[in-house]
């Protein structure tokens, strides 16, 4: 299809366990950002790339979590440890340049943490 | 830092009355304004957006204008559907990231 794509859909992690999450943007986009969404907060911007580098990580809760974009393309958000805290859905996000344009979002990972 | 508050819901509407999401902001420059939506089971989409002051966005019969006096961007409708029924998240974009606001959700009924 032509949206952003996010997998897996669900995922359920014991505490202490690493997951990785991946994101597929529309092609040609070369901003990618991803977002956590916690029941009654808001979306909480976690990174951005342009291209394959990362210009601001500045929401990145904790060293537990990390992010990569490879080829301009595909990226995936690792979380090690995790916490119950970490339990959310993340969200990818991905735009032709920047978020002054139109972004178009994934239909996010649901993360449960038992 | 730049933010985004708006009117905690949940706003429950008759079909046909008229629809005002309240959001304000706080930026130190001048931020690019939106209203996404998240309708039940899909991802955010755009729903409008105003880039300066004055400007007004719209789109399927949404209205919202990016008033810099007021720091505001509230969003309107004139008449809502069962089918608007989902969380409404206001948005502002300065840099290169988008500052969101909690969401509200509005519930439509028939």
């Known amino acids: 299809g032509a949206g952003v794509s996010q997998s897996p859909s669900n995922k359920v992690t014991e505490k202490g366990k690493d997951v990785e999450l991946r994101c597929d943007p529309i092609s040609g986009h070369t901003a990618l950002y991803w977002y956590r969404q916690s029941l009654g907060q808001g979306l909480e911007f976690l990174i951005y790339?342009?291209?394959?580098?990362?210009?601001?990580k500045s929401g990145l809760p904790s060293d537990r979590f990390s992010a990569e974009r490879t080829g301009g393309s595909v990226s995936t958000l690792t979380i090690q440890r995790t916490q119950q805290e970490d339990s959310a859905v993340y969200l990818c996000?991905?735009?032709?340049?920047?978020?002054?344009?139109?972004?178009?979002f994934g239909q996010g990972t649901r993360l449960t943490v038992v | 830092g730049d933010s985004v508050t708006q009117m905690e819901g949940p706003v429950t509407l008759s079909e046909e009355a008229f629809l005002t999401i309240n959001c304000t902001y706080t930026?130190?420059?001048?931020?690019?304004l939106f209203w996404y939506v998240q309708y039940p089971g899909e991802g955010l989409q755009l729903l409008l957006k105003a880039t300066k002051a004055d400007d007004k966005g719209s789109n399927k019969g949404f209205e919202a204008t990016y008033r810099k006096e007021t720091t505001s961007f509230h969003l309107e409708k004139g008449s809502v559907q069962v089918s608007d029924s989902a969380v409404y998240f206001c948005?502002?974009?300065?840099?290169?990231?988008?500052?969101f606001g909690t969401g509200t959700r509005l519930q439509v009924f028939p």
């Open positions: 948005a502002l974009s300065e840099t290169d990231k988008l500052i």
């Open positions: 996000a991905s735009s032709l340049e920047r978020m002054n344009t139109e972004a178009f």
């Open positions: 930026a130190t420059g001048y931020p690019s």
């Open positions: 790339f342009q291209g394959n580098s990362a210009p601001d």
